[in-house]
């Protein structure tokens, strides 16, 4: 039987919210339940209101929890922001310092009595956080107090907190781990007989899942891909992206280079990329702004670049640490006038993992620059995923091995079908060719005797700028002739149509809210609506013919992040097909499922 | 051997007769054969202007790329393969003006390229706006009233943030020009030579004979290149006497001997391993 437990953990930015979540997904993790953490939280360093909302499960999850089981109100603000909200049934660790017991030196910024009013749930179990810390040894470990609390009501054995701490802090001594295990202990020991009434089967499992982000995901496909080089400028929530390949640079060969703004990113990127090594570059709408003239020169000059958006609302500075998906059309149409382009929305992490392995095969088969669509909410939801990490031996490069000097032999081979490469010489090489395929041959500077010779102006076949009208077209049709070939790259959107009905409403979404759009029918369908859904993976550029035949007769709710139904729009303009109705969020928090229930319902009246 | 020549090549030129240009590109050329590098074994990075231009009338491996960006995208080409020769050919507006952020990185980073201005105090492709090294006051169509910011000065700036290869060469000098270029290429670390030269169409105040007036060769009244200090007042002065030569000339570490990884080959040259990078998962 399916048990679900959401767990929401509130308090002050600076409190350790994150650490309290991050150490009982761990756990859970050991005991082979699967969780989803997302972080909810301010553009602050300290103070302000954070949560952590943890969603714990004996089976897979693929949506964040919303109202939660167990609330821990670190602070006075989350029990105020919560409780009316509470469920009968939930459970309430409460810190709540004793006042007279509070020395001067201990913030203090616990609940009083009448704080409790309102509060839709009367068990509350009332602890002292800080008091307990201090007496562990150190207000530092009021985090681990907290969380002793929390697996002590959630009746997780002492034994697998204490296993997880010890390795935990293992490398800092057997001083910290005495201090965090006493602290634990205080915690659970101060749950006194408190449990809460649904319970996991807690013990120690092997299990064959990890517990991962959009973020890391997207990091570790591009070391499968062998990127080498990320450049990037700092923006949340693109940075975790870098941060995820950093622990891996005295492992592998890759160099992290914290550019001087998005500009310089993205040409260092393509710098790179022209030079033969796979670039990678994170940013979010804001930056992606400044990268947009790069976006340019990339597909002019035909160099494989690969861009991660991780989106939030915008526009202009918006809400930095918040979600959206705001930026589908933009990307789509980013730069001046027209170029093919490759634009991937991966659901999940271990979609994300393999979406970038993608976007780097497809930008380096077809020389056009591919997008990977993350947003806040993806990139730092942590989600226990199966294992999937597929890295393959090889990865296949489509540059023309000049093989005169050994510098070449990190390029495996030469699979550019478009021309025969043997046939390249010094003389006759050019950059540029006009292909059946519109794929020209891409040899790297100075590996051999050929010359590459790329620019940003129009230009002829072999790289110099031309101003000559036929040549304009030609190249302008050169470049538009990939496209036909791109389009069958694509995978056409996920599709479930529910048996046994002649339902043709379709929840129809991308990207990120895959997850929360799939279990939202599967609730509908507990309350005996039938209702299909249509998901987007591989969103651009678009077969419209194929598209058209999977999307006829279905009645299209789009469910998306942004203001203008974006996804709707452009189905519209590829298929003709318009959309029935539409489920937009726009307050820069994540779909929960049980809010495209409730909007789904209005619509379906 | 090489030979000037061998960079020769039959693409027509497009810079307008008597520009400075010509002369900048012909020290290049013999600079290069006398270093013995074949076209194919150099890479021109250049931006956006009739300096941006330069590789497209001679042989070589070239990436002419967006306004102000050359210094970006040669710092990723270098960092992919630091085996490169990279020359990067800008003008005054390109690299003091639009690329401005990423030239004070580029000094940073040490990134080990040659960065050759062309600076003309114009702008000469879209015809005859101020550029950042206009002088004050100066006149042209669209700055009617005379140019109201002082000029940048790259060589103080360059040395200010920690520069440690600043030259300043005058097209109108050639074998002078040729010899800091030679320099800049043997150099290992960011090496700029900002290169005064006349734009026959557009600036007609700063021209070659107003520059043949001034200059003259630091190193002929015995400059010491290894002096900051002194090269730091040589850099101010402009006016009557303008200094040309090598300002400042100090051994240095190379981004690429800064970053571990790139301390034993260069990035494209590992090979890539599926196995060993799953395990480090």
């Given amino acids: 039987m399916k048990t ?8 002050e930015a600076g409190q350790g919210i994150q650490t309290i979540g991050t150490l009982l997904a761990e756990v859970c993790h050991s005991a082979g339940l699967f969780t989803f953490s997302i972080d909810d939280f301010e553009s602050r360093i300290r103070g302000g209101h954070s949560f952590n909302l943890l969603r714990i499960s004996n089976e897979k999850v693929i949506a964040p929890g919303h109202i939660p089981d167990i609330l821990v109100a670190i602070d006075q603000r989350t029990m105020n922001l919560n409780k009316a909200s509470l469920l009968s049934d939930s459970l309430v660790i409460l810190n709540a310092e004793n006042k007279s017991d509070s020395t001067p ?7 009083s009595e009448a704080d409790l009013e309102g509060c839709g749930s009367s068990n509350i179990l009332k602890i002292s956080l800080n008091r307990l810390a201090k007496e562990a040894g150190g207000l530092i470990t009021a985090n681990t107090v907290a969380a002793g609390c929390i697996f002590a009501v959630l009746g997780t054995p002492f034994e697998m907190l204490k296993e997880l701490l010890v390795k935990k802090f293992k490398a800092k001594g057997d001083k910290i781990i005495d201090l965090n ?16 009434h649904k319970k996991f089967d807690w013990k120690p499992t092997k299990t064959d899942t990890i517990v991962i982000s959009g973020a890391k995901a997207a990091g570790l496909g591009a070391l499968a891909s062998d990127c080498r080089f990320f450049p990037f400028y700092p923006m949340s929530p693109a940075t975790g992206v870098i941060a995820s390949v950093v622990p891996y640079s005295g492992k592998l060969p890759i160099v992290v280079e914290q550019a001087e703004d998005e500009i310089a990113a993205v040409n260092m990127a393509i710098g790179a990329s022209f030079a033969g090594v ?5 940013t979010s709408g804001g930056g992606f702004c400044l990268m947009t003239e790069g976006l340019g020169i990339a597909a002019m000059t035909e160099t494989p670049l690969v861009i991660v958006n991780s989106q939030r609302p915008g526009p202009a500075t918006g809400l930095p640490t918040r979600t959206a998906q705001p930026d589908l059309l933009f990307v789509i149409n980013a730069s001046q006038d027209d170029f093919p382009r490759f634009v991937l929305a991966p659901g999940n992490p271990a979609e994300t993992f393999e979406s970038v392995k993608k976007a780097f095969y497809l930008s380096e088969k077809y020389q056009v620059p591919s997008i990977i669509m993350l947003d806040q909410f993806l990139a730092t939801s942590q989600v226990t995923q199966q294992n999937f990490f597929k890295v393959d031996k090889d990865v296949e490069r489509f540059i023309i091995n000049q093989d005169n000097s050994s510098k070449v032999s990190s390029l495996n081979g030469d699979n550019l079908k478009s021309s025969d490469s043997s046939s390249q010489t010094p003389e006759t090489y050019k950059r540029y060719a006009i292909t059946d395929s519109g794929i020209s041959p891409r040899a790297l500077p100075c590996m051999g005797n050929i010359m590459v010779r790329a620019t940003g102006n129009e230009h002829n076949e072999k790289g110099e700028i031309s101003e000559d009208a036929t040549n304009k077209v030609k190249m302008t049709n050169k470049r538009n002739s990939k496209l036909a070939a791109m389009k069958q790259e694509m995978d056409l959107p996920e599709v479930f149509c529910p048996k046994g009905t002649d339902n043709q409403l379709f929840l129809t979404g991308w990207g990120s809210s895959k997850g929360p759009i799939i279990e939202a029918c599967e609730i509908l369908k507990s309350k005996g609506v039938n209702i299909g859904y249509i998901i987007f993976k591989d969103i651009y550029p678009m077969d419209g013919n194929a598209l058209k035949k999977v999307l006829e007769n279905k009645k299209l709710i789009m469910v998306e992040q942004n203001s203008n139904c974006q996804m709707g729009k452009l189905i519209t303009q590829e298929t003709g097909i318009s959309y029935y109705s539409s489920i937009l969020k726009i307050d820069g928090r994540p779909f929960y499922p049980q809010y495209i229930v409730e909007k789904a319902l209005e619509i379906i009246g | 051997m090489v030979e000037p020549k061998d960079y020769d090549n039959d693409f027509e030129n497009k810079w307008c007769p008597g520009c400075g240009n010509f002369l900048i590109q012909k020290a290049m050329k013999q600079t290069f054969a006398e270093l013995n590098i074949p076209p194919e074994k150099i890479l021109f990075v250049s931006g956006i202007g009739q300096a941006g231009k330069t590789p497209h009338f001679m042989k070589g491996n070239m990436f002419h790329c967006l306004h102000g960006r050359a210094l970006a995208v040669a710092t990723g080409a270098k960092i992919a393969n630091h085996d490169l020769n990279i020359v990067v050919n800008s003008g005054d507006g390109d690299c003091y003006g639009e690329g401005g952020n990423h030239f004070l990185a580029a ?17 000469g492709l879209t015809k005859g706006q101020a550029s950042p090294t206009s002088a004050l006051g100066m006149v042209t169509k669209l700055q009617k009233h005379g140019v109201t910011s002082s000029p940048f000065n790259p060589l103080a700036t360059a040395l200010g943030s920690g520069a440690e290869f600043v030259a300043r060469g005058f097209s109108g000098e050639p074998e002078q020009l040729k010899e800091l270029i030679k320099q800049a290429m043997n150099y290992r670390g960011f090496a700029l030579v900002d290169i005064l030269q006349p734009c026959v169409s557009f600036n007609k105040i700063n021209t070659h004979q107003w520059y043949k007036d001034r200059v003259y060769d630091i190193q002929s009244i015995g400059h010491d290149s290894s002096d900051l200090a002194k090269a730091i007042v040589l850099s101010l002065e402009w006016g009557d006497k303008i200094p040309t030569g090598l300002f400042y000339k100090k051994e240095s570490i190379p981004f690429h001997s800064r970053v571990g990884v790139l301390q034993d080959r260069t990035l494209i040259s590992y090979p890539f391993d599926g196995e060993k990078t799953a395990a480090a998962f």
């Fill in chain 1, 4 to 11: 679900n437990i959401t767990v929401k953990i509130g308090g």
């Fill in chain 1, 181 to 196: 295990l006493t602290a634990a202990q205080k915690g659970y020991e101060a749950a006194g007989t408190v449990r809460y």
């Fill in chain 1, 105 to 111: 030196d201990i913030d203090d910024n616990s609940c």
């Fill in chain 2, 107 to 123: 000094i940073r980073r040490n990134i080990d390229i040659t960065l050759l201005v062309h600076n003309n105090q114009v702008y």
């Fill in chain 1, 278 to 282: 796979r670039s990678m570059t994170s």
